[in-house]
């Protein structure tokens, strides 16, 4: 099934803006003259000054620096809303639609948008926020999240989104780690029918890290505490606020914002990224990968707390002019019918998800999907982790009725926006790869041990040559992590730590990630974080985690842990060491499978053995390897007999 074809469709090759040939000729322009190339795509945002250079960077050490448009103005919250106000004033915006579907939504046109962005702008202002100031935003699917973020983008503040269902410690971290001194929440999220306690975990995780002003956005309606000096309501901060609010003005690499992501080491990483190329590179991609025009309903079901809430539901498709659906729901609730109930209800066109969802719908047969309309559905898109043939089938030919191209987007959080894809007119589509490139991103794939570049088709590293507009510029707080994460591994290379091949037609297949780094449900955890977690409890000696296959999150969690001597390893232990890991990271940590294991697998000088972990993880008994080195190879055995089922 991998090796089919799918041609571009006919109507598509007649009226896509980017064509087959378009693609080519535009793609070797944006390397051959790339400040030629940059300067015609730039032309999107509306700048207040122009900038003086388009590009200036080095990847090497001696000189390492990254910017885009340098010199140039502009104000991102005004590309996304104010601009549009002539031409699209009385056009929905955001048509939110809600977790309960007997609840009414809500539809915010640009010119309501915008009145809402300027009056939160000047509530941050009252509340004493200023240019350059951190905000933390911790809050769920609602138009609010977005008004949060475009009103921080207005006064030059930089906003760090907390995906709601992060726990208090997670939060904790995240504010103290970029000092961020008020938090916008709501009292409660609701997802599938359940309510998410945000007030409560914003009041715990302030229990460890203190700030100046809490902002609570009544949700739900239920009760919550309030500390009577540090928290105010959303409403009555709006109230006395005026609806007036110039934009600052702010130079091209003026941080836009924070958002922690993590990392094979240590704690999660703040990727920051900045104002002008981010407009840029968000906008054209939205533009191209979904062949955006305006007056086109389009439905990422990404959350805001994520990369991709970021770049395709709040920057690029706004500063684009936009009509989207923004859903505060899951797939499954009420029933697997939502989310082509809400494709009817809104007449959506354009439909982007992660493949961890439609494998989820997938299991439950058919006829959820096809007892719905979806002729308003052209386009598919997938993002977030590789999408297995199969499940592309069933997206295919059960979800489009075989009409709709599926543009398999591979990006991440320090891409900014998508980089390896399809285009719906130019590209014809192989089941499982993301394709070519975008525009001026120049993918290579390296010897994973010897870092030499290799030629045609084959499998290796993949690495980014060149800068892209959209390049995160740095670790919050640790530009020397920055460097060292992603430059110093394949010197001169930005290194994606993703394994790819690439096929004879130059087509890239990713096959996942090569580093510590494990993608459950699309969403990325670092096996060391989860590690750290597990030992803090204290009756745990050492910890080791690992990536397992899972059919409907793609990888599954895997815990090894060794217990202190003298703890019995009993299953309230398991359930307490599993639940654990949940309120210290949040419930996308939970271990899949928890092993007690009297001892790890070493080599002599006490280095863990991971690829043995991840074979027995993955039930692959007959490739554990050479285990000779081991300083105990007995409790490999141990492992095996003991595997939990
Ligand atoms: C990692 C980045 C893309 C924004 C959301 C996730 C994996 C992402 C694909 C894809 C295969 C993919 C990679 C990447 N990934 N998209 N289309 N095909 N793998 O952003 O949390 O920063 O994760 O997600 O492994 O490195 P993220």
Request: proline fraction near 6%; charge should be negative; include cysteine.
């Amino acid at each position: 099934m991998s090796e089919q074809v799918f041609p571009v469709p006919d109507h598509w090759a007649e009226t896509a803006k980017i064509t087959e040939a378009e693609y080519h000729e535009r793609y070797a322009r944006s390397l051959a003259d790339p400040e030629g190339f940059w300067s015609a795509e730039s032309q999107r945002i509306d700048w207040i000054e122009p900038y003086e250079t388009v590009k200036d960077v080095s990847y090497h050490e001696a000189d390492f620096r990254i910017g885009w448009f340098l010199g140039g103005k502009l104000n991102i919250c005004a590309n996304a809303l104010d601009r549009h106000l002539e031409t699209l004033g009385d056009t929905p915006a955001i048509i939110w639609e809600p977790d309960d579907p007997d609840t009414p939504g809500r539809t915010l046109t640009y010119r309501e948008l915008h009145e809402q962005v300027c009056t939160f702008a000047n509530v941050l202002k009252a509340n004493g926020v200023e240019k350059g100031d951190r905000v933390t935003i911790y809050l769920p699917m609602i138009p609010e999240a977005a008004i949060a973020m475009l009103a921080c983008a207005r006064i030059g503040a930089v906003h760090s989104v907390v995906f709601a269902g992060f726990s208090p410690e997670a939060l904790a971290g995240r504010i103290e780690d970029c000092q961020s001194n008020i938090v916008i929440t709501a009292d409660e999220g609701l997802r599938g029918g359940k309510t998410v306690p945000l007030k409560a975990n914003v009041d715990a995780a302030l229990e460890k890290v203190e700030v100046g002003r809490v902002i609570v956005y009544r949700h739900t309606g239920s009760d919550v505490d309030f500390h009577a000096v540090r928290d105010v309501w959303w409403h009555d901060a709006m109230e006395v606020a005026a609806p007036l609010c110039d934009p600052v003005t702010m130079d091209a690499e003026d941080p836009l914002f924070i958002l922690y992501t993590s990392g094979s080491t240590g704690k999660p990483k703040g990727v920051l990224h900045t104002t002008g190329g981010y407009a840029v590179w968000t906008s054209m991609t939205h533009e191209y990968v979904f062949d955006y025009r305006p007056g086109q309903v389009y439905w990422c079901a990404a959350d805001v707390g994520w990369v991709t809430g970021h770049s395709y539901v709040v920057y690029g498709p706004l500063i684009n002019g936009a009509t989207q659906v923004m859903f505060e729901g899951v797939p499954n609730y009420p029933d697997h019918s939502r989310f082509w109930q809400v494709v009817d209800k809104h007449k959506v066109e354009i439909f982007y998800a992660a493949p961890t969802a439609l494998r989820a719908l997938m299991r439950e047969g058919d006829d959820w999907v096809t007892r719905t309309d979806r002729s308003s559905l052209r386009l598919l898109g997938s993002v977030g982790e590789p999408i297995n043939p199969e499940a592309w089938d069933w997206y295919h030919r059960v979800v489009g009725e075989r009409r709709c191209p599926i543009v398999d987007t591979w990006w991440q959080t320090e891409t900014g926006a998508a980089m390896i894809t399809p285009m719906p007119g130019a590209t014809a589509l192989k089941p499982g790869s993301a394709s070519r490139p975008m525009f001026g991103v120049q993918p290579a794939l390296v010897d994973p041990e010897k870092g030499t570049l290799l030629d045609g088709a084959t499998s290796g590293a993949l690495v980014i040559t060149d800068s892209w507009p959209g390049q995160m510029r740095t670790v919050y707080g640790d530009h020397d992590r920055f460097f060292q994460t992603y430059f110093s591994q394949y010197p001169g290379y930005y290194f994606t730590g993703d394994g790819a091949r690439r096929d004879e037609d130059g087509y890239y297949w990713i096959t996942g990630r090569i580093d510590d780094v494990i993608n459950v449900s699309g969403h990325r955890m670092g096996t060391a974080e989860v590690e750290s977690a597990l030992v803090e409890h204290p009756l745990v000696s050492e910890a080791a985690v690992v990536g397992m296959p899972h059919e409907v999150k793609g990888q599954g969690i895997y815990a090894y842990v060794t217990t202190n001597a003298g703890t019995e390893d009993s299953e309230d232990l398991r359930k307490e060491l599993v639940q654990w890991v949940r309120k210290e990271i949040g419930p996308i940590a939970t271990p899949d499978i928890l092993q007690f294991a009297p001892g790890l697998p070493k080599t002599r000088s006490g280095k863990i053995m991971r690829r043995i972990l991840r074979k027995i993880a993955e039930n692959d008994m007959s490739n554990l390897g050479d285990t000779s080195t081991l300083a105990d190879p007995a409790v490999v055995d141990d492992l095996v007999a003991n595997r939990p089922q």
